[in-house]
């Protein structure tokens, strides 16, 4: 991908932060204590649609029981999901290789906000789909500690 992503990468981070967990190295995995968080921050793109990769590697790393995805979306929204429930949607006929980025899954993200809900969509299968409640800023912080 083009361009300067620091902003996005970093976005929301001092939540995690302030929750206990600490980032491990230049990945998207948090940690504190026995729980791992595999956290992505997205922001609206082309078209206004969100989207996100989740590499093999950073899943192989956090698969322990306790674990969850917290993906980060830009202005100030938030959805975490328990890794298990989202493993089904983490299968080989929908898995990726990218030069840059070695084996990959994509998501399409659409927001509800109305609803307040989400729908996670696979690029490569779109009948591949994970609906979940939209998290706001200030309710996070209180989930993210009781972890």
Not at 60 to 70: A, P, T
Not at 97 to 106: C, T
């Amino acid at each position: 991908m083009a361009g300067d992503n620091r902003a996005t990468t970093n976005h929301n981070i001092e939540i995690l932060q302030s929750a206990g967990f600490k980032k491990q190295g230049i990945t998207s995995i948090f940690k504190k204590s026995g729980c791992k968080l595999l956290s992505p921050a997205v922001s609206s793109g082309k078209g206004g649609h969100y989207w996100f990769d989740i590499r093999k590697v950073n899943v192989d790393q956090i698969k322990v029981e306790g674990s969850h995805i917290l993906i980060r979306i830009i202005p100030d929204m938030f959805i975490l999901i328990k890794l298990s429930d989202f493993l089904p949607l983490l299968s080989k006929a929908t898995r990726r290789y990218r030069k840059n980025s070695g084996e990959v899954w994509g998501f399409y993200i659409t927001l509800n906000i109305i609803k307040n809900m989400a729908k996670i969509v696979s690029k490569d299968d779109s009948t591949s789909t994970y609906s979940t409640p939209i998290i706001k800023k200030n309710r996070i912080l209180q989930i993210l500690q009781s972890l």
